[in-house]
């Protein structure tokens, strides 16, 4: 998969943009305790709810109002940059304020960039705007906006994103029939030798 993404993001024709030319960074706060939510990154899922990353992490729930607004659509960067360090969101919820938000405009198609930004070939560019050592390295956002991309037209990004999407839901329906199947052979493996 990360074969395919690599290629199909590397192969982009288009026009090319820095990355502030295509993203604000929003400094939201949950000052009128709007939301409770609160979400986590997670390189492969994205941002997620903190209860379902399986760790008792405790706050305060009255330090909540100086979290971060994140909204559905919007980017996240965090601290695993040997990871990507991006992570995209498909909800809308409350972060660490260490995190820096960023809310793509309409050039970007929703979600497109969440591939490209796991992707060996990205991950590789962070190097340049990376500071720290091991896993506590942090990503410069304030240089990495000046950073370029080639971005195709909407109607490309949207025939990427189903290229990759479809190839996706085959994976998962792969694995799904393989896990039913050891299931089903030690079923008849154990009834076998009754």
Known sequence: ????????????????YSFRQLFEVVN???KKLTYSNVLSASQE???IE????????????DSISGYKIVRNGDYVVHLRSFQGGFAFSDRTGICSPAYTILR???LVAYSY???FFTSKQFIKSLKLVTYGIRDGRSINADEWLDMTVTLPARQ?????????N???SKLRNETIMQTDLLKQRSYLLNTMFI
């Open 156 to 164: 490309e990004q949207i025939h990427v994103l189903a290229i990759i």
């Open 50 to 61: 903190r209860s379902d990353i399986n760790k008792d992490i405790k706050f305060e729930q």
């Open 1 to 16: 998969m990360s074969a395919i993404v690599d290629k199909l993001y590397s192969s982009a024709n288009g026009v090319t």
């Open 113 to 115: 960039l969440s591939h």
């Open 166 to 168: 479809t190839i996706d």
């Open 104 to 106: 793509p405009n309409d």
């Open 28 to 30: 939201e706060k949950n």
């Open 45 to 47: 899922l994205g941002m």
